[in-house]
């Protein structure tokens, strides 16, 4: 069992849970995961490590609780257990001196972007980091992140905080001045999001790294569901991954495998909804 030793609710549906997890904390690289499985019979939900502190012998996870088995994580209270915390699994991403380097995040992808970005500028890589969401509410990490960033930008659909408009529109901006143009380029979040990054860097041959989320049960290649194309092959995002080259990965591919479960998920936190209102 490993114990939660704090919950905090930063958005509406986005928690931050410190989890004590020694042997994970002790050998945990920048852009690796947790499979977590909150009770005997739940599902198994992986989570990038975005922090951890291997004396004290913990992990932070950001949790965005928006089906039954998120909402069943995020509802363990501070004292409380989770039932498995399996990892580090992954591969650590490939961390080195770039120069300019723009690490760009997009909702609660921020959450998994803030290690990489964090490792990048102690490699001493002059960082910008361009983070965005629907509206301020939805901004995470923001403080954080600019305490190591050289710049930080933030973009909002609605204006609410920052640019007004995609996170793409101040990468553009970057692009266009020799200037500023980074030599390296990590997105993550939606993948429309990390789609359009990655088409905007392409015809300059920025190298360009994203971080894919697609549906993962074992975390260990066996089972084939986080299977993505890159370059045309097969490739498994537990073992291979999750980092990518940007220009190589098949994102229609991966949009058409995300909605494969979304009808059962949805049918799943109705059911659970109607257990927790029991009369």
């Not at 001196?97 to 002059?126: E, F, H, M, S």
């Not at 495998?257 to 257990?275: D, F, M």
């Amino acid at each position: 069992m490993f114990e939660v030793l704090s919950n905090e609710a930063l958005t509406p549906v986005l928690h931050r849970m410190v989890i004590r997890a020694p042997r994970v904390a002790a050998v945990r690289k920048p852009g690796q995961f947790v499979i977590i499985r909150a009770a005997e019979g739940e599902e198994r939900i992986p989570l990038t490590i975005a922090d951890a502190d291997a004396e004290a012998g913990t992990i932070t996870l950001f949790i965005q609780a928006v089906g039954a088995s998120t909402r069943f994580i995020v509802s363990v209270p501070v004292g409380g257990s989770l039932r498995d915390v399996a990892g580090p699994l992954g591969m650590p991403t490939h961390i080195e001196k770039w120069g300019r380097v723009a690490c760009v995040g997009g909702g609660v992808g921020t959450a998994v972007l803030y290690p990489l970005a964090k490792a990048l500028a102690q490699a001493g890589n002059d960082v910008t980091t361009i983070i965005g969401g629907r509206s301020a509410s939805l901004i995470i990490l923001k403080d954080e992140l600019a305490s190591f960033s050289k710049q930080l930008l933030v973009t909002t659909e609605d204006g609410s905080m920052g640019r007004k408009g995609f996170v793409t529109m101040e990468l553009s901006d970057m692009m266009a001045d020799p200037a500023t143009c980074p030599q390296a380029v990590f997105a993550i979040g939606p993948v429309p999001m990390m789609r359009a990054v990655a088409e905007l860097t392409r015809p300059q041959a920025i190298p360009t790294i994203v971080s894919l989320n697609p549906i993962m049960i074992d975390g260990t290649g066996m089972c084939g569901g986080c299977r993505v194309l890159v370059d045309g092959e097969t490739r498994f995002a537990c073992v291979n991954g999750p980092e990518f080259d940007a220009h190589k990965v098949d994102f229609a591919n991966l949009i058409d495998r995300l909605g494969t479960y979304r009808e059962h998920e949805a049918a799943s936190a109705e059911c659970r909804l109607k257990q927790e209102v029991k009369p």
